[in-house]
């Protein structure tokens, strides 16, 4: 018997699909037709997830005996402290960032303490622009704030740079006490950070071995700094395991809700269309675009297949935000190069209304805005881009959220994740590595002068000896 996942993320392709407005859109049987591929994409995954290898699913049902834990930690020390840093980057501060957005009061770290329960104000740290860097901890009482150090690797040199700069600061401000101010998350047993938290006894959390950052969220990486802001943590797990359960439990192209997300997307790239745009209508869900886009790129683009043939893959993931971006990028999106497929993501009933005020000496042409609501006005203008994309011939499909609530947060985290897996065994590929990124770092390394990296250093100083270079001289 069929069971209904409730209240339930929906999806709605008919942007996708042929109609009278857009016949170049599939055709039912082109999906299809991709379904034997996805049952064996299934049958892989299910495999890769009973050997440990796809964590981010298996271990979601173990997370929450750890949750009490987590939240019993938090709840000690929230009054303690006037402020929480993040202090990570990448899939270790996007997505404690997405999901502080998309469920704390938008203006929250601008609200009364009591407002907020008397809980900490959040920030993210997730770069090493000095400038913002400094200004942070200017506005900041060292001693009123914890800062929760997140790396998985704990190698990564942004967040270790950013970890060495405020452990000298804690040292100098509060003394003896400046443990006390950092927490860390990181893998068990590996990484330079390691050693440290061990030999200067800070809070630990771990981030389980087979998780890469970018499938994180849902482990004390996000779970902490949510817990930390009073989101209902219990929740958001239970949104992302029914979700989870959807997909692993559900055989299918228009049953499996992963399955449909990928076979959509692979056609749309077998069309020549390489970038995908997510476009919240919800300002609340403005950095989940930023979650995704590093979940998408990381993932997808890949030289290689498994067997080691050149590929070249991976849609370019693009953030725009809906309304904002209409007045932006629609422009494009209608009627530039058609080589892009476009999810909308909207929310049924926001957690606010806002009236228009009524007034009825209006000039004529804004009567039409008298008496109605913000939400209506979004509403229609997301619907209006819908029916011009359609027009020109565009594909784009809409992710529905009942309401923006943890339960549906969860939902479409586990969702998206699911999606990006399922899309790299259509690609044939790993879509759990990062090889692309590891050049950078080395060069990093290099140029900083770690040691054991003299040769790469040499060799990057004398790259491009000859530059081109315009320089305001005349
Ligand atoms: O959590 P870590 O190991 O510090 O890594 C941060 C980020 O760096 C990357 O390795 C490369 O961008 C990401 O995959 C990861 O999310």
Redesign the pocket.
């Known amino acids: 018997m069929k069971k209904q996942v409730s209240p339930s993320i929906v999806i709605d392709y008919t942007g996708m699909m042929s109609s009278a407005q857009n016949p170049k859109g599939f055709k039912k049987e082109e999906l299809l037709g991709l379904q034997n591929e996805l049952d064996q994409a299934q049958t892989a995954l299910s495999s890769l997830r009973d050997s440990g290898k796809l964590d981010f699913s298996k271990l979601l049902d173990p997370m929450k005996a750890q949750l009490s834990m987590i939240v019993e930690y938090a709840d000690n020390v929230v009054s303690k402290y006037d402020n929480f840093v993040v202090l ?7 997505g404690p960032l997405a999901v502080h957005q998309a469920l704390n009061h938008y203006y929250y770290n601008e609200l009364p303490s009591e407002k907020r329960s008397y809980r900490p104000r959040l920030y993210v740290m997730d770069n090493i622009d000095p400038v913002r860097f400094n200004e942070l901890l200017q506005i900041l009482d060292p001693r009123k704030t914890l800062f929760n150090v ?7 040199s ?2 270790m740079a950013q970890f060495l700069i405020v452990r000298n600061t804690l040292r100098r401000v509060c003394g003896e006490s400046y443990a006390e101010h950092i927490v860390v998350t ?2 068990k047993e590996k ?1 330079n950070l390691l050693p440290i938290v061990l030999k200067e006894g800070y809070q630990r959390f771990v ?1 389980p071995a087979g998780i ?3 499938f ?1 969220e849902l482990t004390p ?1 996000g779970l902490l700094a949510a817990a930390i802001c009073g989101i209902d943590v219990h929740q958001l797990l239970e949104g992302a395991l029914a979700m989870d359960q959807w997909i692993r439990d559900s055989k299918g192209v228009y049953s499996n809700p992963a399955q449909l997300r990928a076979a959509l997307a692979h056609l749309s790239g077998q069309r020549g269309k390489n970038i995908s745009v997510f476009m919240p209508y919800a300002d609340g869900l403005k950095t989940m675009a930023d979650w995704y886009a ?1 979940l998408w790129a ?1 993932s997808l683009g890949k030289r290689f297949d498994r067997q080691g043939r050149v590929l070249h893959v991976g849609q370019t993931p693009v953030k725009a935000l809906g309304v904002t971006d209409q007045h932006s990028q629609v422009q494009l999106y209608v009627e530039g190069p058609d080589d892009k497929v476009i999810t909308f993501v909207t929310v049924d009933k926001f957690k606010e209304t806002r009236e228009i005020p009524m007034d009825l000496e209006l000039p004529e042409d804004i009567q039409f805005l008298s008496g109605r609501t913000l939400e209506e006005l979004l509403y229609a203008e997301q619907k209006a881009t819908e029916y011009a994309l359609t027009l020109a011939g565009r594909q784009h499909q809409k992710l529905i959220l009942p309401t923006l609530d943890a339960y549906n947060v969860g939902q479409l985290l586990l969702l998206l994740e699911w999606e990006t897996a399922y899309m790299g065994e259509l690609l044939n590929i790993n879509a759990f590595d ?1 090889p692309g ?2 050049e950078g ?1 080395n060069g990093t390394y290099a140029l900083m002068g770690r040691k054991g990296y003299e040769a790469r250093k040499k060799e990057i100083e004398e790259y491009g000896e000859v530059r081109y270079v315009l320089d305001g001289m005349i």
Request: hydrophobic residues 25%; negative net charge.
């Open positions: 990570g980057i990448g899939g270790s501060a996007l997140i790396s998985k690797s704990g190698n990564t942004e967040t990181t893998d990484g981030i890469g950052g970018r994180s990486v590093q990381e990062q990124v590891e770092k």
